[in-house]
């Protein structure tokens, strides 16, 4: 079954830029996206079709996909962007997730 | 606006089935796929299914078939998910998810979110 692969953590300082990996075998030939979920709360899609943002998601949320890696990349990082954040692609029409990246921002 | 309120939590022993409802206001509910995606404590996301609210069709993950069982009752905006022959590791929020845009394959709008224990 296909597999997608996130860190665990990553840190990053208020006001720089957060980069969350997500790999999976030939994952630039597909659709991925990304959700954030903060505690106690239902995710959120930031990121879908690889780069495209939903509306009212602040532009500072960017995604890419190519090759065996998605990245999503949080410029100008807040407070309020820390969460999980969980890549998403399907394949052979199921959903699949990776395990998810805790962002802290210290 | 798009709203999907999920029953409330539920407790069942080792064994058990559990049905939980997603009710979708705000939308055409026959226009958008739905997602059953779960979350144990503490871990990440487990995608369960889809169903096809305009003619019933489904499809399950591998992990599931056999187990759970995904339907619309059109009439009433609400889709069921049933998970049979519970066990302790079936223990997680439970969550409905519908589609975003033109595919099936984005989670745009999500429930609340459903606990469902399993304890002897």
């Known amino acids: 079954s296909y597999e997608l692969t996130q860190s665990p953590s990553v840190s990053v300082s208020p006001g720089q830029t957060a980069s969350i990996t997500c790999s999976g075998d030939k994952l630039g030939d597909k659709y991925a996206c990304w959700y954030q979920q903060k505690p106690g709360q239902s995710p959120v899609l930031v990121i879908y079709?690889?780069?495209k943002r939903p509306s009212g998601i602040p532009e500072r949320f960017s995604g890419s996909n190519s090759g065996n890696t998605a990245t999503l990349t949080i410029s100008g990082t807040q407070a309020m962007d820390e969460a999980d954040y969980y890549c998403?692609?399907?394949?052979?029409?199921?959903?699949?997730f990776g395990g998810g990246t805790k962002l802290t921002v210290l | 606006q798009v709203q999907l309120v999920q029953s409330g939590a539920e407790v069942k022993k080792p064994g058990a089935s559990v049905k939980i409802s997603c009710k979708a206001s705000g939308y055409t509910f026959t226009s958008y796929y739905m997602h059953w995606v779960r979350q144990a404590p503490g871990q990440g996301l487990e995608w369960m299914g889809i169903?096809?609210?305009?003619?019933?069709?489904?499809s399950y993950a591998q992990k599931f078939q056999g187990r759970v069982t995904m339907t619309r009752d059109t009439p009433t905006s609400t889709v069921y998910m049933e998970l049979s022959s519970l066990r302790s590791e079936d223990t997680a929020l439970y969550y409905c998810?519908?589609?975003?845009?033109?595919?099936?394959?984005?989670?745009?709008?999500w429930g609340q979110g459903t606990l469902v224990t399993v304890s002897s």
């Open positions: 998403q692609s399907w394949d052979s029409s199921t959903v699949v």
């Open positions: 998810a519908r589609t975003y845009g033109d595919s099936s394959g984005y989670l745009g709008d």
């Open positions: 169903i096809n609210p305009s003619g019933g069709s489904t």
């Open positions: 079709q690889d780069t």
